[in-house]
Nanobody
Framework: QVQLVESGGGFVQPGGSLRLSCVVS???????IGWFRQAPEKEREGVSC????????YYADSVKGRFTISRDTAKNTVYLQMNSLKPEDTAVYYC??????????????????WGQGIQVTVSS
């Protein structure tokens, strides 16, 4: 049974940083873990994704240079380090797992499993 559990969200002022974690269980073959976000009344947006086998990663233009995705294979955990946060980064963030190796930032319909979501609020 595949499970994804996010943690690390919260409230931060503009310019601040947060690190999200996604613990993945139940996957044994090569896969891709992605981070998405959804703000109120907006569509879910892909933020970043990384391949489990080699760590090759992709980013949305809106977060390039500010967000970094990484993985700790020993802990089955994928991280999203978010720096220089802006109010427009405020959203519920989700991690998701796809049973394939991404060659680009994958759209949400490619993902088979989703975490429960975690709130990130950037405000002064």
């Amino acid at each position: 049974q595949v499970q994804l559990v996010e943690s690390g969200g919260g409230f931060v002022q503009p310019g601040g940083s947060l690190r999200l974690s996604c613990v993945v269980s139940g996957f044994t073959l090569n896969y891709t873990i992605g981070w998405f976000r959804q703000a109120p009344e907006k569509e879910r947006e892909g933020v970043s994704c990384t391949r489990s086998a080699d760590g090759i990663s992709y980013y949305a233009d809106s977060v390039k240079g500010r967000f970094t995705i990484s993985r700790d294979t020993a802990k089955n955990t994928v991280y999203l380090q978010m720096n220089s946060l802006k109010p427009e980064d405020t959203a519920v963030y989700y991690c998701a797992a796809a049973d394939l190796e991404a060659i680009e930032l994958l759209p949400n319909y490619e993902y088979d499993y989703w975490g429960q979501g975690i709130q990130v609020t950037v405000s002064s």
